[in-house]
């Protein structure tokens, strides 16, 4: 499909599902679609052929979902099950409920995350007579348990392990030195969400989760109202807008 010229990729489009939400080509040199209508998406679906060439065609793994936190001591004594099974006719496809660890004892609590089966989620919920309001859930950074640095996991970690509390090269006993943060030098841990770096970090999910976008494209745009001394939210993405105009 590569070597498709934009109008054979158009009018190849429009013969199946018609007019497009919007069309883009990623790098592994597949195509993105975004559809107005469900009928739209099922003719896609269906489709085994594109201008001749053999195609696979899927629904896209995070963008047709979205993710809310809701808060409701009312569902205190009600399984995850249970509360999923209530909440199916609002699109809820997943429940899990937020515990705490306390005195080695494990805690629910009344914090529950909900999956829906579409991309845009509700503001409130019905939650039998009750109108519980949905808030954006917003995942903390990724944070590498072995270096300590933002972004990747310790299975593809590739750099010497750090102690999370001094900095340094990671120790078997108990570090009992000054806390300094391996990723601000600052005096926390580099697990503190005090850190400025966990703040730009949290801001960058913030921003791609409610803007649906990439996070390269998140990173960006936080970065560009950051100054190299650390990170800032005095500006609004219209300001940066404004500049680059």
Not at 216 to 222: D, M, S
């Amino acid at each position: 499909m590569s070597k498709l010229s934009p109008f054979a990729v158009q009018k190849g489009f429009q013969a199946i599902a018609g007019t497009l939400k919007s069309t883009k080509r990623l790098r592994d040199g597949s195509f993105l679609v975004e559809c107005s209508r469900r009928a739209q998406a099922e003719n896609l679906l269906r489709t085994t052929t594109f201008v001749d060439r053999p195609v696979h065609v899927s629904m896209h793994k995070t963008l047709n979902s979205s993710r809310g936190v809701i808060r409701c001591r009312e569902l205190s004594l009600l399984s995850e099950a249970e509360i999923g099974e209530e909440l199916k006719s609002q699109g809820v496809v997943e429940v899990h409920r937020v515990t705490v660890k306390k005195e080695g004892k494990v805690i629910p609590t009344n914090t529950l995350f909900l999956t829906f089966n579409r991309p845009d989620m509700p503001k409130e919920l019905r939650v039998g007579y009750l109108k519980v309001k949905v808030d954006l859930f917003i995942p903390n950074p990724l944070r590498c348990f072995n270096c300590n640095k933002f972004g990747h996991t310790s299975q593809r970690c590739k750099t010497a392990a750090k102690c999370q509390r001094c900095g340094k090269d990671k120790h078997e006993e108990q570090c009992e030195g000054p806390q300094i943060c391996s990723n601000c030098s600052g005096p926390h841990a580099a697990s503190a969400k005090d850190c400025p770096v966990w703040k730009k970090e949290k801001e960058i999910q913030r921003i791609r989760v409610e803007k649906r976008i990439s996070f390269p494209e998140a990173r960006q745009l936080v970065e560009a109202t950051s100054p190299s001394t650390g990170f800032t939210s005095n500006l609004s993405f219209a300001d940066v807008l404004n500049k680059k105009r």
